[in-house]
């Protein structure tokens, strides 16, 4: 499928095809650790790559490759890895670039898991990062060293929504001969495409908005074939992080619906973010589709929409917070978000426990902070509910 049709034509089309074997329409799983080769001599080629074929799931697989190859168009790039996780394609992505002596220019504002790794796992290896608490390009530039060999961002962040400007670190990186990684999980390519606006691989954990319906965990890495291919026989292959076959058909299923679920995800979040933004126990709403939110005018420049993710400062601090989270009924109490339901975390007193006070409210998690993944319900029940979770 070639990647001049539209989104949604891709989403649907893109990797797969009809099985010529059987006709079989939509995309078998290949549920086989092994894949076996006519004699010593086919064998000896698929080993030395000069045939393509499969060998063993680890190094590839049938339904793992349309998946990848779905991704690729989706995200408008050369080529594509499958991965266990996010945090597997994350910390895959990030070892394709780093190792020993090499230095990460990161924004502060960053997915927990994503931020450890980088700050406590690389200086195992020899490497470290410096993270850059502000959200402007030159602050990026300033942090650049002789040794910096990636750039790595994500925007919208969690669970504050922070923008930062994709063109612009493109654009750094481009210019300074640094890569450039962004974490497109919040946003999904069906409103942000990072790598046409100049960046140079995209990351998701695909156990979200990809996936879309909470029941299958992977993730995804776009970018240069040159440089997935080297992820692909060396990073992923000896780090080992290779998503299931059965994980892969699951979310192929999911992105068949991608380009319907976001825009009514997006429609709903904006309904319930206009409730919340006139409600008088609310305080301050992070999400960028609203006027006043200051990453609104770069949000609207780089994104088709705004997403579907926003926060809430509940008055009352840490316990209006729990308050909230506690008395809703539609909203699961859950981690995770992009699923087709709505879900609902107090950050203080959950994900962000063990980061201390100080450094919480630096990051703008502040004590009544409720973060929202709103999901497919209709929004008159999702406001329904919020409105009697706050009176209380
Ligand atoms: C969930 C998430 C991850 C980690 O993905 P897993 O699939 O849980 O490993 C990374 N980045 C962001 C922005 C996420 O929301």
Not at 1 to 19: C, P, R, Y
Not at 171 to 180: A, D, I, K, M
Not at 275 to 283: S, Y
Not at 372 to 390: C, F, H, K, P, T
């Amino acid at each position: 499928m070639n990647s001049e049709k539209q989104f949604a034509t891709l989403a649907v089309h893109a990797g797969e095809q009809i099985d010529p074997l059987t006709g079989a329409l939509d995309t078998p799983i290949y549920q086989s650790t092994t894949f076996a080769a006519a004699d010593s001599a086919e064998m000896a080629a698929l080993y030395g790559g000069e045939k393509p074929g499969y060998m063993y799931t680890r190094y590839g697989n049938p339904t793992l490759h349309a998946l990848e190859e779905k991704l690729a168009a989706l995200e408008a790039g050369e080529a594509a890895l499958a991965a266990a996780t996010g945090m597997a394609a994350i910390s895959t992505a990030i070892l394709g670039y780093i190792g020993s002596g090499d230095h990460v220019v990161a924004s502060r504002s960053l997915y927990g898991a994503a931020y450890n790794f980088l700050n406590k796992k690389l200086p195992r290896m020899g490497a470290c990062t410096t993270f850059v608490p502000s959200l402007d390009p030159a602050d990026f530039e300033r942090a650049l060293q002789p040794n910096t060999r990636l750039i790595y961002f994500e925007t919208p962040t969690n669970p504050v929504l922070d923008v930062l400007d994709i063109g612009a670190l493109g654009e750094l990186g481009r210019s300074r001969g640094v890569p450039t990684m962004i974490d497109n999980t919040f946003a999904s390519p069906a409103l942000q495409q990072p790598l046409k606006l100049g960046v140079t691989v995209v990351v998701h954990s695909a156990t979200k908005y990809l996936c879309g319906h909470g029941d299958a965990m992977g993730g995804a890495i776009i970018g240069p074939a040159d440089y997935i291919s080297e992820l692909r026989q060396d990073v992923l292959r000896d780090f080992g992080g290779v998503m299931s076959p059965f994980n892969a058909w699951l979310i192929l299923r999911g992105i068949h619906t991608l380009h319907l679920r976001m825009p009514a995800q997006c429609a709903n979040a904006r309904q319930v973010a206009s409730f919340l933004a006139g409600h008088p126990k609310v305080e301050r709403v992070n999400y960028p589709g609203l006027e006043r939110h200051p990453g609104h005018a770069l949000a609207a420049r780089q994104m088709k929409d705004f997403g579907a993710m926003m926060s809430f400062e509940v008055k009352g601090g840490y316990e209006g917070g729990r308050q909230v989270m506690d008395r809703c009924r539609i909203f699961a109490r859950a981690a995770s978000l992009g699923d087709t339901r709505s879900l609902i975390v107090h950050s203080a007193s959950t994900s962000h426990r063990a980061v201390p006070r100080d450094e919480r409210r630096a990051m703008g998690v502040s004590d009544g902070l409720v973060r929202l993944s709103i999901g497919v319900e209709a929004a008159e029940d999702l406001i329904e509910d919020l409105d009697q979770a706050l009176a209380f």
